[in-house]
T-cell receptor, first 110, second 116 residues
Framework: GENVEQHPSTLSVQEGDSAVIKCTYS??????FPWYKQELGKRPQLIID?????GEKKDQRIAVTLNKTAKHFSLHITETQPEDSAVYFC?????????FGQGTELSVKP | EAQVTQNPRYLITVTGKKLTVTCSQN?????MSWYRQDPGLGLRQIYY???????DKGDVPEGYKVSRKEKRNFPLILESPSPNQTSLYFC???????????????FGPGTRLLVL
C-alpha cells in the first residue's frame, strides 16, 4: 500500500543551526504534502504545506521543497530556537487519504 | 471559537464492550477524518468522510466503524474493542478539498483510550 518514509527519527541541533527532515512517498498520485508540528501532549498543528505543482514554499524560518520526480520532500528550519523542539510529521495526500510519516523528534539545545 | 471537539478525552474500558468516541466541528467543513497515533508508527488514518453520508476506509479501518449523518459530527465506533486498539485517537476536519490552499486539517484535542 501507500507509504511515507521519514528520516531521521530523532534530530538534535544547537540553537541557531538549521534542521532538515526528509520524506519519501510511494503513491505517485499524491498531490498535497503538509507538515505538522506536535508538542508534547498536544494535537498536531499544520506549520507549512505544499502542492504538487509547486517546487518550494517558504514561510519565515520554515521552508519545504518538493521533488515530484524523485517522490521526496523536505522540511528546512533555519535559525532554530528552543521552542522549535517538538515532533514533526510529514504527510502525503491523495483523494482524501492522508498518509503520515513516522515522525521526527527535534531537540534544539540552547 | 472555531474548533474540533472530541469526547471523551480519556477512556478506560474492557475487551468487547462497545464504545463510541464523538467528534464535532463548528467550521462547516465537508471533510472529516479519524487517526490513531501509536509510538514509532506516527499517525495512521482510520476512516475519512468527504461529505454527509460518504465515508471511506483509511489505512487501518479494521475493528472500527464510522457514520456521517450530519455535517458537523463524525463519531468513531468500536463495536468490540480489543487491547490492540489502545491508542491516542485524533479527529480532524478540513474545508472542501477542491479549493486550493484550503486543505489544512484541524485536529481535535485527542482521546486517549485504554482497552483492558
Amino acid at each position: 500500500g501507500e507509504n511515507v518514509e521519514q528520516h531521521p527519527s530523532t534530530l538534535s541541533v544547537q540553537e541557531g543551526d538549521s534542521a532538515v527532515i526528509k520524506c519519501t512517498y510511494s503513491d505517485s498520485a499524491s498531490n498535497y504534502f503538509p507538515w505538522y508540528k506536535q508538542e508534547l501532549g498536544k494535537r498536531p498543528q499544520l506549520i507549512i504545506d505544499i502542492r504538487s505543482n509547486v517546487g518550494e514554499k517558504k514561510d519565515q524560518r520554515i521552508a519545504v521543497t518538493l521533488n515530484k520526480t524523485a517522490k521526496h520532500f523536505s522540511l528546512h528550519i533555519t535559525e532554530t530556537q528552543p521552542e522549535d523542539s517538538a515532533v514533526y510529521f510529514c504527510a502525503a495526500s491523495s483523494m482524501g487519504k492522508l498518509i503520515f510519516g513516522q515522525g521526527t523528534e527535534l531537540s534544539v539545545k540552547p | 471559537e472555531a474548533q474540533v471537539t472530541q469526547n471523551p478525552r480519556y477512556l478506560i474500558t474492557v475487551t468487547g464492550k462497545k464504545l463510541t468516541v464523538t467528534c464535532s466541528q463548528n467550521m462547516n467543513h465537508e471533510y472529516m477524518s479519524w487517526y490513531r497515533q501509536d509510538p514509532g508508527l506516527g499517525l495512521r488514518q482510520i476512516y475519512y468522510s468527504m461529505n454527509v453520508e460518504v465515508t471511506d476506509k483509511g489505512d487501518v479501518p479494521e475493528g472500527y466503524k464510522v457514520s456521517r449523518k450530519e455535517k458537523r459530527n463524525f463519531p468513531l465506533i468500536l463495536e468490540s474493542p480489543s487491547p490492540n486498539q489502545t491508542s491516542l485517537y485524533f479527529c480532524a476536519s478540513s474545508p472542501l478539498r477542491a479549493r486550493v490552499n484550503e486543505e489544512t486539517q484541524y485536529f481535535g484535542p485527542g482521546t486517549r483510550l485504554l482497552v483492558l
